[in-house]
């Protein structure tokens, strides 16, 4: 069973840079899209960034230009800078196996596997 594990949240001020981990156990699917979510108490969860078997990576509007999203043997990254109040959410891990690429439309119940979660807060 895949376990993941998310670290590195954090209080920042705005403009501020984070990098969040999430250490990846018991991972041996060929094909996959690795993804991070976030959620707040105000919206609904939702998809950040996704990277694929063939590395290809796709952005939400909101995080494109400010956001990288990276994986490094077992781990998975996202390198975060620029950040803005409305970045303040709790941020999930997820994996998803069987697929080559993440996909927009980011359905949360496609992904197989999910993270505790670690807080991000970005103060003004």
């Known amino acids: 069973q895949v376990q993941l594990v998310e670290s590195g949240g954090g209080s920042v001020e705005a403009g501020g840079s984070l990098t969040l981990s999430c250490a990846i156990v018991g991972f041996r699917f060929p094909k996959y899209c690795m993804a991070w979510f976030r959620q707040s108490p105000e919206k609904e969860r939702e998809g950040v960034a996704g990277?694929?078997?063939?590395?290809s990576t796709l952005y939400a509007v909101s995080a494109k230009g400010r956001f990288t999203i990276s994986k490094a043997g077992d781990t998975l990254y996202l390198q975060m800078s620029e950040l803005k109040p409305e970045d303040t959410a709790m941020y999930y891990c997820?994996?998803?196996?069987?697929?080559?690429?993440?996909?927009?439309?980011?359905?949360?119940?496609?992904?197989?596997?999910w993270g505790q979660g670690t807080q991000v807060t970005v103060s003004s």
């Open positions: 990277i694929g078997t063939d590395g």
């Open positions: 997820a994996g998803r196996w069987g697929v080559r690429k993440c996909s927009y439309g980011w359905n949360s119940e496609e992904y197989n596997a």
